[in-house]
């Protein structure tokens, strides 16, 4: 079955140390995002790319660095410069086809990252 | 600017009783609305989405949805609740300028007691 697989389910950062959270789908879609989801506030989004080598920043990208080295994978890192990492972490994809403005986004299980 | 707004963060039904989810959105262009539901750490999975062929949109599960352009709402309903509705529940809008970005209501957390 196609779908997003994330890893890993939890993850826990130490103080001035860089995570990385790898997302990968077999869905065969270009365009991919990261969200942070923290309780009572949704999903806010952090990153997202519509191209391999190409990405954007999202509304709270202070903190984070993403690469899009290949279709398939979008990984997050989370830098020693963001202060309050805890949160649910969720990658999604979605066709850019020929309506890419009613195509659904498709999401993983998510990472929840964990301050020790 | 473009918002979501989900009236409720917590509904509480009987099983077997309506299911009504508010869901109210700000939108400068003719909007692409959808609903999510979350389960405990899982992903997010869509019910349905609106992209103007209809104003009722059926979705899985048993739920539905009506865009009324009037009142800029997008309310979610399953007539008979069942336990395993209990979830988390996005509504989210297509946002304007191009690429297929999402803006995300803060959720409303559905109860179903027996």
């Known amino acids: 079955d196609g779908g997003i697989t994330q890893s890993p389910k939890y993850l826990f950062r130490k103080e001035g140390q860089n995570v990385t959270l790898s997302c990968e789908q077999n869905l065969n879609h270009d365009a991919m995002y990261w969200y942070r989801q923290d309780p009572g506030q949704g999903l806010r989004l952090i990153y997202y790319s519509q191209i391999v080598n190409d990405f954007q920043k999202g509304d709270i990208a202070e903190g984070y660095s993403v690469s899009r080295e290949k279709k398939e994978s979008f990984p997050l890192t989370v830098t020693s410069a963001q202060k309050n990492p805890t949160a649910f972490y969720l990658c999604?994809?979605?066709?850019?086809?020929?309506?890419?403005?009613?195509?659904?986004?498709?999401f993983g299980d998510g990472t929840r990252l964990s301050i020790l | 600017a473009q918002s979501v707004t989900q009236l409720g963060s917590h509904v509480s039904v009987s099983e077997g009783a309506l299911v009504l989810l508010r869901c109210n959105y700000s939108?400068?262009?003719?909007?692409?609305l959808f609903w999510y539901v979350q389960y405990p750490n899982q992903g997010l999975q869509l019910l349905l989405k609106y992209t103007s062929a209809a104003t009722l949109v059926k979705g899985i599960n048993g739920f539905e949805a009506e865009f009324k352009k009037s009142e800029t709402s997008f309310h979610l309903t399953k007539p008979s609740a069942h336990m395993s509705d209990a979830a988390e529940y996005f509504c989210a809008v297509r946002r304007s300028g191009g690429y297929n970005k999402l803006i995300f209501g803060a959720g409303t957390r559905l109860a179903v007691h027996p």
């Open positions: 939108s400068s262009v003719p909007p692409y």
């Open positions: 999604a994809s979605s066709s850019t086809g020929l309506t890419p403005s009613n195509q659904p986004q498709h």
